[in-house]
């Protein structure tokens, strides 16, 4: 058992944090969208499915990629600080318990485009500055 | 929003990938889709319909790489439901390996002792599906089933919930039917191995009630507070009766009425909860029927008989749980901890008071803890031994039934968890569980007859694995 133990934490050893990324992420609403900005906290209670509108009063549809994608991982690492295994934690405590739902998953950035461009509650991310006229960039994430 | 949108994004969904997204949304925003196409020209529809389909390939592969919410959501749906129904599901597969010989390690009360061996893969193993329908942007129908280990499995008491959930305005929400019995911290998320990061919760806290289901129903509210929400919840409702063996012949436990109160607030890195539980016992004995109906055959002859069956009798009996919990998460540090206290006027029933604290750090992939759970059941029945010797061997074993059933033991866990993928964590875990021979509520000795009854300190180690999926 000792032998397994040490076994275990040499394992942890080699494991390494992969947090070397310095780009930013976009977060991204149609242009029609009231808000100006949005707070870090405002973009977690939407994506953690907390809240279910804009300040304004109106619904959010917010979206998210694929759940194996790396942005994804980047996006809510450094929202939150967790990795994905405890969003995806945290969204299996929620759904299976029948409190909630997680964002729509979309399978790449212009499908999230086009949702976005078509619809003022969407809301999406991007790992690049999405250019448009439809479109309108409400806070910028810094990697952690 | 003044104008409306081009065209549904339910639409753009639909194209764009029905295997992927294929849940609705209350979205006030939507608008007729007919309106909505007539927008656009057909030239330019056309382009965007060809440009999406091949967009789809991308999203089955997506789905087909076994991603929890998007492979959860079977393709077929859109076209048949509008849209509207999931499936989805999770599943742990578990080995268990107990030190102490004739010992098999139970996970709960409910579990079917008789047939778990010494290595075994039925305590955590288990199997659960989700089906959520929303016919209505406020209106959403969800059914899970779990299959597990238990002493009597039927497919009705499979049926882990099942029920409407209505929310008629934002921030309330209403849940009738058979709802999750929310007494603990977890309560909800027991048999969803992954949401946590041991192999199970504690047994000293989760493992003495085996009730998981209430017919009734839920009704919460909720609030933004300081940089977090709070919920307050409100229940009621009859148990879903679970068979419990407390020696080979199992009795059916459950609550009815059970009413209660939790309050829980959470943000990014904290979640506290607290909660009141006031139910009554609907079982007539807590022992088995064959020694209550022995006792009944020589109350005339033997006067304690009659005691011990007061005892035993507790239909009726009020069963209050109270309990608080906190849990922390920064990403790197996981903490956890609860406490509670059970009264029941009976002392045949397991009460007094429990608690847990675990503490994990999570380097890269993986996540390994401490934890040390205890529990605490002092009681104590005092019958004079009979003067016939002939009444000596139920004397021992309705005495024992009380003075040798509490639930009272305590463990030492370590152990890791691997997040292998995102969908799939693989947990090792080894716990050393230590009960004086009064703490064997859990540790009923499968097959020995007589011997089941003689004093016996637990002290075994329990090693455990499995492999936690969401699909």
Redesign the interface.
Known sequence: ?RK??LF??A???L????HAQNTRLFVVV?A?NPIASLSE?EA??LF?G????FANG??A?PL?H???SAVRKRFY?DL???????I??????L?????G??P?????N??ML??I??????IGYFDYEPTGRQLKVVLTLDSR | ?D?P?????RY??SL??NE??S?T?????RSPPGRALSRRTPASKDS?MR??NR??F??CS?AL?G????ASIVGASESALDGSLSV?G?GTLGLVYSSQPDLPFVREISQNIDAIERISARQDSRL?I?I?YQPLPEL?L?A?VVVRDKVDNTLSNSVE?A?A?WEPI?ATSL?LGR??LDLFLLS??R??A???SWVRPPVEFYGWLPLYSLDGGDLTWRT?LG???LKAKLFAGRSLPADVKLTGNPIRFAVSPAVGINISW?D?HWRWRAGYTRSRVDLDYAAPSDLIDALKQVAPLWPHAQTLLDSFEVRGTDLTYAGVGGAY????WQIIGEYSRTAVERVSMPRGKKAYLSVGH?????L?YLMYADSTDRRSLVVAEPGNPMLTPLWVASTAAINQRSMTQRTWS?G?RW?V???T?LK?Q?DHVSAPPEGRWLWYRQGAGGSDLMPLHVDT?V?SATLDV?F
């Open positions: 058992m397994l133990i275990l934490f394992l942890i050893g494991v390494a944090p992969l149609n029609k906290k977690v209670n953690l907390r809240s279910k509108t109106e619904y549809l998210d694929a759940t194996s690492y939150t600080g967790k990795p994905i295994s405890e995806n934690a945290y969204w299996a405590r759904f299976f318990s029948g409190q739902t997680p729509r998953i979309v399978p790449d212009e499908a086009l949702i461009r078509n619809n003022p509650g969407a | 929003m104008q949108p081009a065209f549904s994004y753009l969904i764009v990938s992927v997204v849940k949304h209350p979205d006030p925003m965007a440009a999406m967009r789809s991308a999203a997506a790489m991603s929890f919410f998007g989805s999770f659960g989700q959520n959403e969800v899970q919930w029920f959930k934002p849940r709802v999750g909800d998320q048999n969803i992954y949401s946590y933004d940089d977090g929400q959470e990014v998460d920064d990403g790197r999570r380097f890269g992939a993986w390994p370590l890791a997040d993928a995102s969908n964590a090792f080894f180690n090693f969401l």
